[in-house]
């Protein structure tokens, strides 16, 4: 009895392996996009500091797809951003920079760097 089970146990691993595998790797894609949800619903982060993050978060995986480069990516992102501060807030005073502006946005750039990295696993 004990042989047989083991018999079946393995040929149901080995049968669901391509399987679990895949359901594994979705799982960890979707793990990674768990802090984009609770920046965006948490109460305690200013609304400004949560656009910050989601378009840094957003413009990174556009830059991705358009550049296949993390490192393109990320430059691009965080240049836009930086732009952003000095020129729009700072030039024009439309805004004030802030550093921890940047700083959303550098979260925002590592959400989907780390996303992008899931993705060829």
């Known amino acids: ?30 793990a990674t996009l768990s802090p984009m949800l609770f920046v965006v619903n948490s109460s305690s982060i200013e609304n400004y500091h949560k656009t910050h993050f989601t378009v840094s978060t957003i413009g990174y995986l556009g830059s991705y797809m358009v550049f296949d480069s993390k490192w393109k990516a990320a430059l691009l992102t965080l240049g836009l951003g930086a732009v952003k501060e000095v020129v729009y807030d700072g030039l024009l005073n439309q805004g004030t920079p802030l550093w921890s502006d940047m700083k959303w946005n550098s979260l925002g750039v590592a959400q989907g760097f780390v996303f992008t990295v899931v993705i060829e696993f």
């Open 1 to 30: 009895m004990k042989l047989k089970t083991i018999i079946l146990m393995s040929v149901l691993l080995f049968a669901l392996h391509t399987t679990a595998s895949a359901q594994i790797k979705e799982v960890g894609q979707l």
